[in-house]
């Protein structure tokens, strides 16, 4: 590509680019197997053993049973399934719910949903590392409660929660716990029974697979309804026609993920701790949100003060870098992101929010356009703001 028209991909949270081995995969099912998998004959056959080693390749990846793992429409769809289906299903056992104040809006939306139907939801703190508070944790449980879902991982500041903790917590106290990993599935290792997870989401097109597929796994003997009712797919838990070439798509890239993790974590991470110190030691007036080291491997969000986070996006757009103020679910939204506020920022200092997620092909010479981009675009910004202004005048201490 010629500079002028240079594209630097930073946005991974929000969404990656379907591997070519992934597409290739698929494309057999769209047009030269594409039996419907619940058919009896067998053409049909076909479609539904692919489902099948899918299913597999699945559940192996987090030390789950096949019969474990049911497909959905993606992630968000799987968070509605475990929180929803739970609450009826366990409503005369209690309806007290526990979660955090950093979840994606998936769950914050639906618990919220939720309360409106009677249901008591607490929302716990986190420390000014977006980390959950075991101790408030185990004082918001109660005899009612019946479920606790906790974020596998942050997907604006990369937090990792102790999820091995809270699953002792919630076995302990007999209490289901579901998590949301769509951020953290295939790019840190995950086995569904160390942690003593019960149910958890994962989506495809956060791993190099196909947007609208994704996965909810329930442990046996969980006790969890029906989502979509129609026919009887997914051993009748999800009706409607399998999604074929999603399900292969989705396998696939589990597959590739799971061979190549620890080499592209490595990579992505030596690019991260680059990218953040030359940062750092470029931009005065700047901190990194989450945990330094405890966070995914591919995460960088940065907090400028005197600047406008959706101004910095503008300007790194036109220099051909692609990133976020936060979610891509809430790019519309002109509040500052509610996981920056739960870690304490005040809003001015929210609103200068950049995430930047990498890829294992992403390059250092790339790292280093960027950070002179977001320097040069910074500064500029800064020399515009009056607050910026008062702050140098007044004898700035930085």
């Not at 579901?178 to 953290?184: I, K, L, M, S």
């Not at 515009?384 to 008062?390: A, N």
């Amino acid at each position: 590509m010629s500079e002028e028209k240079r594209l630097i991909y930073l946005d991974n949270a929000a969404t990656t680019k379907t591997n070519p081995k992934v597409v290739e995969a698929m494309l057999p099912y769209f047009t030269e197997f594409y039996g419907n998998p619940s058919s009896v004959y067998e053409f049909s056959g076909i479609s539904k053993k692919a489902v099948t080693d899918a299913r597999e390749t699945i559940a192996t990846s987090i030390g789950a049973k096949t019969q474990e793992i049911y497909f959905t429409a993606g992630g968000s769809e799987a968070d509605n399934w475990a929180l929803k289906a739970t609450a009826e299903a366990y409503s005369q056992k209690g309806r007290h719910i526990i979660t955090s104040k950093i979840e994606h809006h998936a769950i914050l939306h639906t618990c919220e949903y939720l309360e409106k139907q009677g249901y008591e939801v607490t929302y716990l703190d986190v420390d000014e590392n977006g980390v959950v508070k075991l101790d408030e944790l185990k004082k918001a449980i109660r005899p009612d409660t019946i479920l606790i879902s906790i974020m596998f991982a942050n997907n604006e500041i990369g937090t990792i929660e102790p999820i091995r903790e809270i699953g002792e917590i919630a076995k302990e106290h007999g209490i289901l716990f579901h998590t949301d990993a769509v951020q953290a599935y295939g790019h840190v290792p995950i086995n569904v029974d160390e942690l003593h997870i019960d149910m958890m989401s994962a989506s495809g097109h956060k791993i190099n697979g196909p947007k609208g597929i994704g996965f909810l796994y329930i442990r046996t003997g969980v006790k969890i309804r029906s989502f979509v009712h129609g026919g009887a797919q997914e051993r009748k838990r999800r009706a409607g026609t399998e999604n074929v070439p999603g399900i292969v798509g989705l396998g696939k890239a589990a597959e590739l993920a799971a061979a190549n993790m620890e080499e592209r974590a490595k990579k992505e991470q030596e690019l991260r701790d680059y990218l953040i110190e030359r940062v750092l030691a470029q931009v005065p007036y700047t901190r990194v949100n989450g945990h330094r080291t405890n966070r995914l491997p591919n995460n960088c969000n940065f907090a400028f003060q005197f600047i406008e986070g959706e101004s910095l996006l503008i300007m790194l757009d036109m220099a051909g870098i692609c990133g976020s103020s936060g979610s891509a679910c809430t790019s519309g939204s002109l509040d500052p992101s509610h996981v920056l506020l739960a870690i304490g920022l005040p809003h001015e200092i929210a609103h200068g929010s950049l995430r930047l997620t990498l890829s294992e092909e992403n390059t250092i010479e790339e790292m280093d356009y960027v950070a002179g981009e977001i320097k040069r675009i910074v500064e500029r910004l800064r020399s515009m703001s009056p607050l910026y202004e008062d702050f140098v005048k007044h004898g700035a201490k930085k």
